[in-house]
């Protein structure tokens, strides 16, 4: 089991529906990650969290919007998403930016 | 030239074979050096962390660097049919995660 936990695990949605994805760890880690796996392909990084605030958002567009409500929570809203953007999103967590990253088992979403 | 190249594979061998995984890079200013193991539908798990460069081992894995070089390598030995994954390697500098790579992974079959 990872100590980084991701909810849903598998979510299907409509290109109109509003959803969020959830990630939590408690490790005591300072900094938060999303990223967006294809498949056969490496995780691509979407945004950074460092101490709750916005450290870097890798020009994501703005139907994605993440959010941090405090050191151990993660959150990503998702709306009106298009069928490319189905992929399995990954949240992970260091204990400050540069150390090693720890990953959850991500949530599988499927864009109808 | 990408930033990190790796070996997609597949690659197969036999139970017990010694594996071999490396990973060359172009940025001097790498630093920071992991191993991940990903298996099918699940998040990627840390295996190996080295700073800088020289030798780490941990069980029957062993993580090479050699900076000169640009050149990494994950060593694994004995291997059996549950290290059947996907392995990536990542780097990074030391700019405050501004600059996290992943390799494009390598697909690694054990057979029995």
């Known amino acids: 089991d990872t100590e980084v936990t991701q909810t849903p695990k598998h979510l299907v949605m409509g290109m109109t529906n509003k959803k969020s994805l959830k990630c939590e760890q408690h490790?005591?880690?300072?900094?938060m990650y999303w990223y967006k796996q294809k498949a056969k392909k490496p995780p691509e990084l979407m945004f950074v969290?460092?101490?709750?605030?916005?450290?870097i958002n890798e020009s994501v567009p703005s139907r994605f919007s993440p959010e941090c409500p405090n050191s151990s929570l993660l959150n990503l809203h998702l709306h009106a998403l298009q069928p490319e953007d189905s992929a399995l999103y990954l949240c992970?967590?260091?204990?400050?930016?540069?150390?090693?990253?720890?990953f959850g088992d991500g949530t599988r979403l499927s864009i109808l | 030239q990408k930033e990190v190249e790796q070996d997609p594979g597949p690659l197969s061998v036999p139970e017990g074979a010694i594996v071999s995984l490396n990973c060359t890079y172009s940025n001097s200013a790498f630093q920071y050096f992991m191993w991940y193991r990903q298996y099918s539908r699940k998040g990627p798990e840390l295996l190996m962390y080295t700073y800088s460069s020289g030798n780490k081992e941990d069980g029957r894995f062993t993580a090479q660097v050699d900076k000169s070089s640009k050149y990494i390598s994950l060593f694994i030995r004995d291997s059996q049919p549950s290290d059947s994954a996907t392995y990536l390697c990542?780097?990074?500098?030391?700019?405050?995660?501004?600059?996290?790579?992943f390799g494009p992974g390598t697909r690694l079959s054990v057979l029995p």
């Open positions: 490790m005591g880690h300072r900094a």
């Open positions: 992970a967590s260091s204990q400050v930016l540069d150390q090693p990253q720890h």
């Open positions: 969290y460092s101490y709750e605030k916005l450290s």
């Open positions: 990542a780097m990074s500098d030391d700019n405050y995660g501004q600059n996290f790579v």
